[in-house]
């Protein structure tokens, strides 16, 4: 799936690609054969969708194309899911870093500026990214060293 965007398998059970987990898989689940699809966007590969039939060759060309129009939307589903979830992320981080800067400019008079720039200096100096050290100084109340 990595290399191709439809990955077709008619017969799990004696496929040279799967050998052990194909015929584990035939043997125990009953599943014959299966059609994976690499979920992607422009930019990423996000994972792969994958169906499976208890049938030999249980997939037609029709199966194959309507599979691939769900891959399409579940795609663009999660690369929503996805931004929303990173968006979400940023707005309370920079949220946590106003804050940190905030107590900063109380305790020591300093700009916002000056208190990005302390907040930064430490990430950088201790190798801990900036929203961790905001979130630390906001939690404990403690000036980072």
Not at 25 to 44: I, N, Q
Not at 90 to 103: D, F, K, L, P
Request: charged fraction near 25%.
């Amino acid at each position: 799936v990595r290399e191709h965007e439809t990955t077709r398998c008619p017969d799990l059970a004696h496929d040279h690609r799967w050998p052990v987990w194909g015929a584990r898989v035939s043997e125990e689940l009953g599943v014959a054969s299966s059609v994976s699809y690499r979920l992607y966007t422009t930019h990423d590969t996000l994972g792969a969708l994958n169906l499976y039939s208890e049938h030999l060759d249980g997939f037609d060309a029709d199966d194959i194309d309507n599979g691939l129009a769900l891959a399409a939307h579940v795609a663009v589903a999660l690369a929503a899911a996805q931004n929303a979830e990173n968006l979400t992320t940023a707005i309370t981080n920079r949220t946590v870093i106003g804050q940190a800067e905030g107590i900063l400019m109380e305790r020591f008079d300093m700009s916002a500026d000056q208190a990005f720039e302390v907040l930064r200096r430490v990430s950088r100096d201790g190798n801990v990214k900036l929203n961790a050290v905001a979130a630390q100084l906001v939690e404990t109340r403690h000036t980072p060293q």
